[in-house]
């Protein structure tokens, strides 16, 4: 029996330790989708608009699987000590360390699960290692043609040491000292006379940094940020016109059509197999998902496929009675597997071993159909799970997915 | 003498017959059966150097491994018709409030069988091999081992020999789930443990949770007395793809003054949630929070204190929540509206994921409910403090409000522990009846 080792990213990995094949690839990937992000939505001359603007900031887009950076700004570069190539295609959580408040990460986790705008301050590490407190003010920009999270803006503002009653304790000596005159002073005069004596003073101990709860960022910090926000939305807004995929920061309820959340899809980018979703309640049973590995598989792209139903891939040699199966399983809402000829694009057929599976979401009814496709003939993935269990790994993951991210506030009555 | 009559949960589709003996040949978990067997074995990169924890990289293992293995083999189990009922066919929503606790609709989880007692008057007793135990489970409930291996990466193997010098830990499904994917961490099966923490299972845990990668996927764990079902030693864990509310929860930091700098921990008091509780982060390795926090669960184990464990957040964050539910509902304290609901608040119903067996009580779910019940199960300020006293002392800490009045503290604990608990908690004789 041979010991199929599993390529470790994750936790585990050392900073220092060269990422693994699969990592690369990873981002081989994304980094081919980076810039096409931003220039299919808002032209050619995004990056130029952008660069013009000031201040510390990232946008990222949860479409493509990761979740990745696909723009930073100097300020963000400067700030952070990293170069443009070390941050596109990464995740944002990259600049989280080990005193970065927990629930802070929680919180931004979840204003990205619900697409919403949100303020916080956060610790977060330069490339050098060093922690810093920063303003983290992040907000998503939707497209009008879809209602779906084009990008989200992340902007961020350093927040420095100041002498309020928190680091008030961690002032020693004539530090102290200097700060106790200044509380006696006029009040009103005092955060601009102790901002700039905290300059003067030179933190050099991380440690210090890193043993802070927590670091509230003043009104000029908060005001710095919105207009920064204001800036880079008005820019995309305006540039979004151009190519006609106009975006807005206010999501336009579309009438009929609900879209997949961002966060549906977030988790689903995360499954690297081969698999759609269709939707059993709209007509002809439309495929509403497509993974990459779909795409590759068959040799379609997502624009070619999305909205159409899965009957595409049947052709001249598949067998009628596999197909008769199919629907009758759907019917009666069980899942099935079978073994039928499909073709791809190109004309090219292969066996496909196909499982097909229902999805309920929170209501407990079904919501998608979920289809894993395997072909026979392509190599294993050499990490040990039988082809089978892949595909049933696949079905409870956008089991869990679907089910949780559709759980919504859901009415109560007043007990009688 | 003072009864409760309590319908538990079934963990697994042998606990029915838990009075019958059966011969083997059954393919079970016991010495008869496992040690001849071949399960798929996942063995995590153990602990050999210090790790940075959430050094910025919080993706799931390539593949999602685990977490592929886990939910194929539930999604297997599903369709082998091995679960009670399809959980994604339960109606769940968000209780509309400031912390979102989940409710669910669920009317098959509670089996009706008859009464059998059960003791819950003391978090410890002694592993019993004629009560239901899970070397009787046969093996197609299991997934996967899961255990330390050796070399620096994970391993999985997908037929092992199990062989007769090894203790295998095991992953099962939960026959009766809370949501899909809720399995059963049961570490060293063969080795019959009761249920109690001790510092190597709780650290197999944290191992399980660091691996999944994923903060939304949790593990749990329930005192006896604290509305564990069974006296074998067992985790339990499942996905949620949203936040509890307890770990939405802000916490205040106790400022140490001696003995957690050297590794690192943090320990915070939960605010502003209806259950006390205390919060564990940091470490300079998962080994160095396990041993606080398993430490801590043995002083309470030994002041009998009944307590759930919530592991958050990949294994970063743990919550810990001495509760005293049982010991109300015994004496006749909680109120007959919240006991007709029926909800046992273990781990999972105190970080905001309950279950409700009734339509109207589904309905008519609001934040101020889940909240008298939960605030029904914590231990008031006054008691928190002193068990929490009894926890800093145990796991040799010194909190800086301690140092305020240093004589009056020394020794108090001490003498409070043995004659503080009798006199506050269970009456002698007290019986659960299920």
């Known amino acids: ?416 | 003498m003072l009864t409760i009559k309590r319908v538990p949960t079934v963990l697994s589709n042998y606990q029915e017959d838990s009075g019958e003996s059966r011969g083997c040949g059954r393919n079970c978990l016991g010495k008869c059966c496992l040690p001849v067997s071949k399960l798929p074995l996942y063995a995590f990169k153990s602990d050999a150097k210090p790790e940075i924890s959430s050094s910025g990289v919080d993706e799931p293992p390539s593949d999602f491994f685990l977490n592929s293995l886990l939910l194929g083999g539930w999604e297997d189990r599903m369709s082998r018709g091995l679960f009670r009922y399809d959980v994604t066919a339960c109606e769940t929503k968000v209780i509309p409030g400031e912390y979102g606790f989940v409710a669910q609709l669920n009317e098959g989880r509670h089996l009706k069988k008859r009464p059998t007692e059960f003791r819950v008057d003391r978090v410890l007793q002694p592993f019993d091999p004629a009560k239901f135990n899970f070397t009787k489970v046969g093996q197609e409930e299991v997934l996967f081992r899961f255990e330390a291996g050796e070399g620096d990466k994970a391993r999985f193997l997908e037929s092992a020999a199990v062989g007769e010098a090894n203790t295998p830990s095991v992953v099962a499904i939960n026959v009766s789930p809370i949501e899909y994917g809720h399995v059963l961490l049961i570490p060293r099966v063969l080795d019959c443990l009761p249920q109690r923490i001790d510092p190597d299972s709780f650290l197999l845990a944290l191992h399980m949770a660091a691996e999944a990668g994923s903060p939304y996927f949790r593990l749990g764990y329930n005192s006896l007395g604290a509305f564990a079902t069974i006296n074998h030693l067992h985790f339990q864990a499942y996905f949620l793809t949203m936040p509890f509310p307890v770990e939405k929860a802000p916490t205040e930091r106790i400022p140490v003054v001696k003995g957690l700098s050297q590794s690192k921990v943090k320990v915070s008091k939960l605010l502003n949630y209806p259950v006390r509780g205390l919060v564990y982060e940091g470490g300079n390795t998962l080994k160095d929070l396990s041993d606080v926090v398993a430490n801590s669960c043995i002083c309470l184990q030994e002041n009998n204190i009944p307590f759930n464990v919530l592991i958050s957040d990949s294994g970063r964050r743990i919550f810990l929540f001495p509760q005293c539910y049982a010991e109300k509902q015994a004496l006749g304290e909680v109120s007959q509206e919240i006991l007709d609901t029926q909800v046992n608040p273990a781990v999972w119903e105190i970080s905001g994921h309950m279950v409700l067996k009734r339509k109207k009580d589904y309905e008519e779910a609001s934040e101020e409910y889940a909240w008298r019940l939960l605030a029904e199960v914590s231990l008031s300020e006054a008691r928190f403090e002193e068990v929490k006293a009894y926890i800093f002392e145990a796991t040799g800490l010194e909190s800086e409000e301690e140092k305020i009045e240093p004589e009056e503290n020394k020794g108090t604990p001490h003498q409070s522990s043995t004659t503080a608990v009798a006199a506050n908690h269970f009456p002698e004789g007290c019986l659960i009846l299920q």
């Not at chain 1, 901002?195 to 003067?200: E, F, G, K």
């Not at chain 1, 336009?252 to 689903?268: E, F, M, T």
Request: hydrophobic letters at 40%; aromatic letters at 6%; one cysteine or more.
């Open chain 1, 1 to 416: 029996m041979v010991a199929l080792t599993i390529p470790s990213i994750g936790r585990r990995a050392e900073n220092t330790s060269p990422p693994s094949a699969v990592a690369e690839v990873m981002a081989g990937c994304s980094l081919r989708l980076i810039e096409p992000s931003l220039t299919a939505r808002y032209s050619d001359w995004i990056s130029e608009a952008l660069d013009e603007i000031q201040g510390c900031f990232l946008i990222t887009d949860p479409g493509i699987a990761g979740h990745p950076i696909v723009f930073a700004s100097h300020g963000f570069l400067a700030m952070s000590g990293y170069s443009r190539e070390e941050v596109l295609g990464r995740n944002g959580r990259m600049f989280q360390g080990p005193a970065t408040n927990r629930r802070s990460v929680l919180e931004i986790r979840e204003a990205i699960r619900e697409e919403r705008t949100l303020q916080i301050s956060l610790l977060n590490y330069r490339k050098d290692g060093t922690p810093h407190w920063i303003l983290f003010h992040l907000f998503p920009v939707f497209g009008v043609d879809d209602g779906r999270v084009a990008h989200f803006v992340a902007v961020q503002v350093p927040i420095p040491r100041r002498s309020r009653s928190l680091s008030e304790a961690r002032c020693g000596g004539a530090r102290g000292r200097l700060f106790g005159a200044c509380r006696n002073e006029v009040r009103s005069d005092c955060d601009l006379g102790c901002n700039l004596a905290a300059d003067l003073f030179v933190d050099v101990d991380n440690r210090g940094l890193e043993a802070e709860e927590s670091r509230e960022a003043s009104e000029q910090e908060k005001e710095r940020a919105s207009d920064a926000a204001n800036s880079i939305l008005s820019a995309l807004t305006q540039y979004s016109k151009l190519t006609g995929r106009v975006v807005s920061s206010k999501r336009c309820r579309l009438a009929g059509i609900s879209p997949l959340s961002s966060s549906l899809i977030l988790s689903l980018g995360r499954i690297k197999q081969s698999f759609v979703l269709t939707d059993p309640q709209l007509p002809d049973m439309p495929i509403v998902y497509a993974s990459d590995e779909f795409l590759s598989l068959t040799g379609y792209s997502r624009h070619e496929i999305l909205g159409h139903n899965y009957e595409f891939l049947n052709g001249p040699d598949t067998e009628v009675e596999v197909l008769h199966q199919i629907r009758q399983s759907i019917q009666v809402e069980c899942a099935c597997t079978v073994r039928l000829l499909n073709y791809r694009k190109d004309g090219s057929s292969f066996w496909n071993l196909l499982h097909i599976s229902p999805v309920r979401n929170a209501s407990g009814k079904v919501a998608f159909y979920v289809n894993v496709q395997i072909d026979e003939n392509a190599k294993s993935d050499g990490l040990g799970l039988s082809p089978h269990m892949r595909q049933l790994g696949v079905v409870g993951a956008v089991k869990v997915a679907v089910r949780s991210l559709s759980l919504c506030a859901g009415p109560s009555r007043p007990s009688s």
